[in-house]
């Protein structure tokens, strides 16, 4: 049962380490550790997703600013309860890592594969420029009864055809990690620049 469980959240990601180790969290006696990873898109800009790994799984000596990497595993959420409340942070979390020679070795640096549940009602938009887009929200079961909570965004027919899925219902998706930076604007005035991260759908089933 734990087998078929993983293997409806499978990430292969590829890029350079753009950030310093930092300590996340402990588990059992593990330690975990999070960087930032910047991943090519085929257009001439990056994402730069946040990647948490076990120190048993690479030694953090080993890991630093410039290494290009090739990392298997699995989208995850957590809940951050701070002081704005409670927010749904998002990371890769590592099972394999591979070191590579240079960013030419990078084949498919970004796909995912995703089998969960429509969570929250779809919404459907268009943007100024006319392209349609829905908002949807999968949770995805992962083994002892947790759930990771995805964000996800569907275009064209895929927009118009998951609009009218119901919460509940049971999808199968690939695509990719996509990040994209937007502005919060507090009731103080001040506005800060924040990182959303969410799946841009490819192909989906129901």
């Given at each position: ?65 410039g290494c290009i990497l090739e990392i298997e595993g699995q989208f995850r959420s957590y809940n951050n309860y701070g002081r704005e409340g409670n927010r749904l942070l998002l990371t ?100 800060v620049t924040k990182t959303a991260y969410e799946v841009s759908i490819s192909k989906m089933e129901v």
């Amino acid at each position: 049962m734990v087998g078929n469980l993983i293997e409806n959240n499978l990430v292969t990601i590829a890029g350079k380490v753009i950030s310093g180790l930092e300590y996340s969290h402990e588990v059992y006696g593990e330690g975990f550790y999070s960087f930032v990873l910047e991943v090519p898109r085929l257009s001439d800009s990056n994402d730069k997703i946040p990647i948490t790994i076990s120190e048993r799984l690479v030694s953090k000596d080993e890991l630093s600013k410039g290494c290009i990497l090739e990392i298997e595993g699995q989208f995850r959420s957590y809940n951050n309860y701070g002081r704005e409340g409670n927010r749904l942070l998002l990371t890769v979390f590592a099972r394999e890592i591979e070191f590579l020679e240079d960013e030419s070795k990078i084949k498919n640096p970004n796909q995912i594969y995703l089998n969960g549940y429509i969570c929250k009602k779809p919404i459907y938009r268009t943007t100024p420029f006319g392209r349609e887009i829905t908002d949807l929200l999968l949770a995805v079961n992962r083994p002892y009864n947790k759930s990771d909570y995805i964000p996800c965004i569907a275009w064209g027919r895929n927009a118009r055809y998951s609009q009218n899925l119901f919460v509940g219902d049971n999808i199968k998706l690939w695509g990719r990690i996509q990040s994209r930076e937007y502005q919060k604007k507090y009731s103080s005035g001040e506005a800060v620049t924040k990182t959303a991260y969410e799946v841009s759908i490819s192909k989906m089933e129901v």
